[in-house]
T-cell receptor, first 110, second 113 residues
């Protein structure tokens, strides 16, 4: 079983729709990243959170440490949001590496 | 520089040759990571440096892979006797510390022919 499970794998939405991407993990973590990978390959960290909720513009990320679950929401989606979104928990303890979900490929149609 | 830089951006090499990839992290960042992404696949952890501590090499796929970091600056990832399955984008990231936000470089695309 994968340590990180993301759903859905692929998502097509119409511009303006509310998007939710889910992430569940099975290991102890100290924080969790949500990453965005554009078609050109560049990776940007959208959020790093260890509890509660964070908001940047139209993006909202939540995490429930007890339930080992995080969600990424996009409000009023736009074609420029089309990208792969990757959930990446940071291992707890002395290990410091990210473990990666397989990503959710989002396509927003105008 | 303002961000993480990597060089070269692209590298084509013949099977069996050695390659060296370079990462310049953000100044002041004590944590440095190497990741790999094969075509159509997800990201894989390779190695992690934190300050002067011994690196976490648990992600290196074979003893052909090694990495060094000089203090809290440049890191090099070396792949000896390259194989076709080593073809991938190699990404470097740095962070202020172990739990800090990671900033990714643009990657080096390695093609082994």
């Amino acid at each position: 079983k994968n340590e990180v499970e993301q759903s859905p794998q692929n998502l097509t939405a119409q511009e303006g729709e509310f998007i939710t991407i889910n992430c569940s993990y099975s290991v102890g973590i100290s924080a969790l990243h949500w990453l965005q990978q554009h078609p050109g390959g560049g990776i940007v960290s959208l959020f790093m959170l260890s509890s509660g909720k964070k908001k940047h513009g139209r993006l909202i990320a939540t995490i429930n440490i007890q339930e080992k679950h995080s969600s990424l929401h996009i409000t009023a989606s736009h074609p420029r949001d089309s990208a792969v979104y990757i959930c990446a928990p940071l291992r707890g303890g002395s290990q410091g590496n990210l473990i990666f979900g397989k990503g959710t490929k989002l396509s927003v149609k105008p | 520089g303002a961000g993480v830089s990597q060089s070269p951006s692209n590298k084509v090499t013949e099977k069996g040759k050695d390659v060296e990839l370079r990462c310049d992290p953000i100044s002041g960042h004590t944590a440095l990571y190497w990741y790999r992404q094969r075509l159509g696949q997800g990201l894989e952890f390779l190695i992690y440096f934190q300050g002067n501590s011994a690196p976490d090499k648990s992600g290196l796929p074979s003893d052909r892979f090694s990495a060094e970091r000089t203090g809290e600056s440049v890191s090099t990832l070396t792949i000896q006797r390259t194989q076709q399955e080593d073809s991938a984008v190699y990404l470097c990231a740095s962070a202020r510390d172990r739990v800090g936000e990671q900033y990714f470089g643009p990657g080096t695309r390695l093609t082994v022919t």
